[in-house]
Structure formats: structure tokens, C-alpha cells
């Protein structure tokens, strides 16, 4: 394993994602994904982290609750046993969607993308064109 993969990714939750801490994850994942419930906030996080980090039902759902009772999110819906998550107007102020928002997450591509660059020789075929396609579509949105 080298020093890069051991920085950013080491064992357990990725740097990146621990420095900030599953708060912040959940919040940004809610300013882009509204509604969720907490499965699919995990199952983002995991989708995101490329399956090494996929948090328990034992810490979503606290963290869920406590951003809730500080009022930075809110249940939209509720649908059976489901609840629905969302940013409120005071989540929103606490990320600064804005332009620093956008920065964040150009500097979080940019360190991804140098791990998948250091370790292209491992990536199956399929991923391969997986990435092919989502270059491709980059690039027509960037012209």
C-alpha cells in the first residue's frame, strides 16, 4: 500500500471523510440528495467511498437525530417506518452553499482522482469504461 492510499484511506473510514466527521458527511449528502432516509444516506456514503466505508445503523441514525434536535435538518416525509431527511434553512447557512462548497468538493475530485490515477493497474475492465463514461460526460458539460 503506498503513503498516499495510507494517508487518504488507510483502514476504516477514509481520512478525508473522518476529518470532517459523519455530521458533515450527512449534511453535505442531504444538500445534494434531498429527501433521504438513513439507509440511502449510508448507502451514499458508501457509493462515495467506493465500498471501503459504509457507517452502521448505530451511528447514522444518532447522528441523524442529534442534527435534527439542533435543527439543521428536518424529517420532509414519512412514509410507513421511513423518515425522510432534508436540510433546513439553518443547514444550509452552516455548509455556505456557495462557491467555498463547490471548492471543497473540486479539492475532494482532485484527491480522488489521484488515487484512482495510482491505481489504474488494479481497476477491472469494466470499471475501466465506468470511468471512461463519466470522463466523457465531464467533458461534454465542460464544453
Do not use: C
Not at 441514525?61 to 420532509?76: D, F, K, N, T
Not at 484512482?116 to 481497476?123: H, S, V
Not at 469494466?126 to 460526460?137: G, M, N, P, V
Amino acid at each position: 500500500m503506498n503513503r498516499w492510499h495510507r494517508r487518504w484511506w488507510g483502514e476504516g473510514p477514509p481520512l478525508i471523510m473522518r476529518r470532517r466527521g459523519l455530521r458533515h458527511l450527512i449534511l453535505n449528502i442531504l444538500a445534494t440528495h434531498s429527501p433521504l432516509t438513513g439507509s440511502q444516506i449510508a448507502d451514499e456514503i458508501e457509493r462515495m467511498t467506493w465500498g471501503f466505508w459504509r457507517p452502521s445503523p448505530g451511528s447514522i441514525y444518532p447522528a441523524l437525530a442529534q442534527l435534527e434536535s439542533e435543527g439543521l435538518i428536518r424529517v420532509a416525509k414519512v412514509e410507513g417506518p421511513k423518515k425522510y431527511y432534508e436540510l433546513t434553512e439553518e443547514g444550509k447557512r452552516l455548509l455556505g452553499l456557495g462557491a467555498d462548497y463547490i471548492k471543497e468538493a473540486l479539492s475532494l475530485f482532485e484527491n480522488l482522482y489521484g488515487y484512482i490515477l495510482e491505481n489504474l493497474d488494479k481497476l477491472a475492465e469494466e470499471d475501466k469504461r465506468r470511468l471512461e463514461k463519466i470522463a466523457e460526460d465531464l467533458l461534454a458539460h465542460l464544453r
